[in-house]
């Protein structure tokens, strides 16, 4: 399995100093910056789009951001959002008319691409998309707010998707976002996840460094079993 990736959502951050607080959770441990677009139409939330992604590789982000598309349709801002910056981009495959195809254009704009199911979203999406993808994005929450609470079924469907990826036997990363927590990680790494996005945890916290240290402490307990 890939070395753990704790990716901070930036949805939790303090928006009037996005530049500071993106590079203070870097410097206290994290390994990629989770951003999160939301459209007030595919999902009921409004937040930022390329030119705030650009903003931060402008400000000196050199870290990957992992761009969480929650909009619909998806073709159209995926260009834009490679052109800012993005090292990944993730979308949901009900909000893209041939997901295939958006696959190919985050591709062929020199990004990876991610796939983002939701709690309820069936796996037979992968059917046919898994030779195509860098990674699985599994909601542990419905999409659209930061701080809300894991759904433990989610624990099942990682563990299926694991299976799934080491039968394409391909390197996917598998992703967890979602009321992603100090108390919960160790179970969500023990069900085979190695990306854990985390918002309200983080950016909740006073010291970034004690959580994210925390997080990595329980992810090697729960590999060490
Ligand atoms: C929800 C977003 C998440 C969210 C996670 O739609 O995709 O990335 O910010 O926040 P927490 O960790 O607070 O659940
Ligand atoms: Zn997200």
Redesign the pocket.
């Known amino acids: 399995m890939r070395e753990p990736v704790i990716a901070p959502?930036i949805?939790?951050a303090d928006f009037a100093r996005l530049g500071e607080e993106t590079e203070a959770v870097l410097s206290a441990g994290a390994d990629w910056v989770?951003f999160?677009v939301?459209d007030n139409h595919y999902?009921p939330?409004l937040t930022v789009g390329p030119m705030v992604c650009e903003a931060l590789r402008k400000h000196g982000v050199t870290a990957p951001i992992d761009v969480?598309l929650?909009v619909k349709p998806v073709d159209r801002i995926i260009s834009d959002f490679a052109a800012a910056g993005a090292s990944n981009i993730s979308f949901h495959p009900e909000a893209s008319e041939h997901p295939h195809r958006s696959i190919q254009m985050i591709h062929d704009a020199g990004c990876t691409a991610g796939l983002v199911l939701n709690p309820g979203t069936p796996l037979h999406w992968l059917d046919w998309l898994i030779k195509d993808l860098d990674l699985v994005l599994l909601?542990?929450?419905?999409?659209?707010?930061?701080?809300?609470k894991?759904i433990p079924e989610v624990l099942d469907k990682i563990r299926d998707v694991r299976q799934r990826i080491e039968d394409s036997g391909r390197d996917i990363g598998l992703q967890v976002?979602?009321?992603?927590?100090v108390d919960n990680i160790g179970r969500i790494a023990a069900a085979g996840a190695d990306i854990f996005?985390?918002?309200?945890?983080?950016f909740?916290a006073e010291d970034y460094a004690s959580v994210i240290r925390a997080m990595h402490d329980q992810i090697s307990e729960a590999r060490a079993k």
């Open positions: 959502s949805l939790s989770h999160d939301m999902v939330n969480h929650m909601m542990s929450v419905n999409p659209g707010f930061g701080g809300q894991f976002d979602g009321g992603v927590k996005v985390a918002g309200s945890a983080i909740g």
